[in-house]
C-alpha cells in the first residue's frame, strides 16, 4: 500500500467510524435487546451486530478484495492476515455501553500482510477519536499525540489493570506479583475497554495497560496508535504479539516496560 493508497484508505474509514458512532449515539437510549455469550456477563446487543454488519457491507462494496476481521462473526473466516483485512471491534466495552452509555469505543485496525497500517478508536459518547497512519503519528482528533516522555518510573505511573486476575484463583499471573505491582505503581484504573485503554496510553493520561484475556479485534488498532507515540507492546511475559487468537498485553512506555516483565510478571503455564 503505497502513501496515497493509505491516507485515501484512511479517510474513508474514519468516515464510517464517525457515522456508525453518531447512529450510536443518536439511539442511545432506545430500549437494548441484550443477549449473552460465552457467559452470564459476556453481553451483546443488536447494535454491537448492527455496527459490524454496517462496516463489513460497506468494505465488501467499496473493496471487495479486502478482509474482515469482526467480533460478532459478520467478517470472514480470517486464518492469515494476508492481504488487506480489517480487524473491526464495532463496540468495545459492551458493559460499559449497556450499563453506563458511555465509555465504549468503535475501534477499527487495518492491517496489511500482517502490519499495521491505520488505527482509529472513537470515544462514541465523547466524540473524540483516536487516529494513527502507519509513519505519520498518532491523533486526537487534530491534536497530535506527543511522543510518550524520554523518562517515567513505575512509583510515578497509573496502570489500567482489570481487577479479575488480581484474585488468587486467576489462571494466568501470580498474585503475588500482581500485588507487588499494584504497591509499587501510583495508582490503578479499569475502564472496561481495552481500546480505550490502549488509547489513554498513547495519550498520555495513564502509563501502561496489563491484561490477560484479548482479542485481536481488542488491540489492533490500539497497536498501530501506540507505536507511533514510542510505545512498546507485547504479550505478558514481552513476546510478540499473535494478531490472529486470543492474547496477554503488555502495552506501556517503553522504560517500565522492561521493569514489569522483569520484575512483577510471574506467569502461570
Ligand atoms: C472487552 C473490553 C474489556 C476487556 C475484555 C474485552 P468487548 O471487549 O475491552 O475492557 O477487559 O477482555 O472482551 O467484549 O466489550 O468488546
Ligand atoms: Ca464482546
Ligand atoms: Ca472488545
Ligand atoms: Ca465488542
Not at 48 to 67: C, N, S, V
Not at 217 to 241: N, P, S, Y
Not at 252 to 259: E, G, R, T, V
Request: proline share 3%.
Amino acid at each position: 500500500m503505497d502513501k496515497l493508497q493509505r491516507t485515501n484508505l484512511y479517510k474513508q474509514a474514519k468516515e464510517w467510524v464517525l457515522e456508525a458512532g453518531q447512529r450510536i449515539r443518536e439511539t442511545i437510549d432506545d430500549p437494548r435487546t441484550i443477549q449473552t455469550k460465552s457467559n452470564a456477563n459476556d453481553l451483546v446487543t443488536e447494535m454491537d451486530q448492527e455496527t459490524e454488519q454496517f462496516f463489513a457491507g460497506m468494505i465488501r462494496k467499496l473493496y471487495p478484495d479486502h478482509h474482515v476481521f469482526g467480533e460478532e462473526g459478520f467478517g470472514d473466516e480470517i486464518t492469515s492476515l494476508e492481504g488487506t483485512v480489517w480487524i473491526i471491534d464495532p463496540i468495545d466495552g459492551t458493559m460499559n455501553f449497556v450499563h453506563q452509555k458511555r465509555n465504549f469505543a468503535i475501534s477499527v485496525g487495518i492491517y496489511e500482510d500482517g502490519v499495521g497500517e491505520i488505527g482509529l478508536i472513537y470515544n462514541v459518547m465523547e466524540d473524540t477519536i483516536y487516529t494513527a497512519v502507519r509513519g505519520e503519528g498518532a491523533y486526537k482528533n487534530h491534536h497530535r499525540l506527543a511522543q510518550l516522555p524520554e523518562e517515567k518510573q513505575l512509583k510515578q505511573a497509573i496502570f489500567a489493570l482489570n481487577t479479575t486476575w488480581m484474585l488468587p484463583e486467576n489462571p494466568f499471573i501470580s498474585h503475588k506479583g500482581v500485588h507487588e505491582l499494584v504497591k509499587t505503581l501510583r495508582s490503578t484504573r479499569t475502564y472496561g475497554s481495552a481500546a480505550l485503554e490502549f488509547a489513554f496510553v498513547a495519550e498520555g493520561i495513564i502509563d501502561g495497560y496489563l491484561t490477560m484475556t484479548l482479542m485481536p479485534w481488542d488491540i489492533a488498532a490500539g497497536m498501530v496508535i501506540l507505536k507511533e507515540v514510542g510505545g512498546t507492546v507485547t504479550t505478558a511475559d514481552g513476546q510478540d504479539i499473535d494478531m490472529l487468537h486470543q492474547t496477554t498485553i503488555l502495552a506501556c512506555h517503553p522504560k517500565l516496560h522492561s521493569d514489569v516483565i522483569g520484575e512483577f510478571v510471574d506467569l502461570k503455564q
